[in-house]
């Protein structure tokens, strides 16, 4: 039986390694199959891209090269550890995907949605999630949250014009995608929690 593909989406300090440890943990406690992983990265070949992207001394990197590295790294860690985990009838819950492409590539970057989409074909089609949860928090609340920009991550140092459009590009995708539910971020993480937990129930994930 083919297993269940969650994946987490949101602007930068939205929360999404906190959200998905507490489902962790939760998930832990009631003896369920799953395995936790991350975009880009996830296999010992996608994190070396990853650092290729993050590291903030490739200022020069160009747009579309941006845009081609997330989806290389995307496709090996598909093939080498959503497919097969999948397979098993694992439910696979993902830390970033192709919609945060098509946020800060294609709409941030202006690079479009129809090229970031027609480069990530597989992870539209052949392996469009179950469900993602859009983390909603404006990034300038976000970064208020985090004390600001990572300085050894080259996407956070950006600046927060940028990433007020990231967030623009994640509203329009709401409206996009039947898939994609927006959670309210107000309150404790524990209530946010319950949230995403009440949604993943509702929508026959868990």
């Not at 009838?89 to 590539?105: E, N």
């Not at 949250?145 to 956070?156: F, L, Q, S, V």
């Amino acid at each position: 039986m083919k297993g269940k593909f969650i994946t987490f989406e949101g602007c930068e300090g939205s929360g999404k390694s906190t959200q998905i440890r507490l489902l962790s943990e939760r998930l832990k406690r009631e003896g369920r199959d799953f395995i936790v992983t991350r975009e880009p990265g996830g296999s010992a070949v996608a994190e070396k891209i990853r650092q290729i992207i993050l590291d903030p001394a490739n200022k020069e990197m160009c747009d579309e090269c941006e845009a081609l590295l997330y989806a290389a790294a995307r496709m090996q860690h598909l093939k080498e550890i959503v497919a097969p985990a999948l397979e098993r009838g694992t439910l696979v819950i993902c830390d970033r995907y192709v919609h945060s492409s098509l946020a800060y590539q294609g709409y941030a970057r202006g690079l479009g949605f129809d090229y970031v989409a027609g480069i990530n074909a597989p992870a539209l089609g052949e392996f469009a999630p179950d469900l993602t949860l859009f983390l909603d928090i404006t990034p300038s609340a976000a970064f208020e949250r985090k004390h600001g920009a990572d300085k050894d991550d080259r996407i956070e140092q950006l600046g927060l014009e940028f990433h007020a459009k990231v967030y623009e590009g994640y509203a329009l995708q709401l409206k996009k995608f039947g898939y994609m539910r927006a959670v309210e971020c107000g309150g404790t993480k524990y209530e946010t929690a319950d949230r995403i937990y009440s949604i993943l129930k509702a929508e026959g994930i868990i």
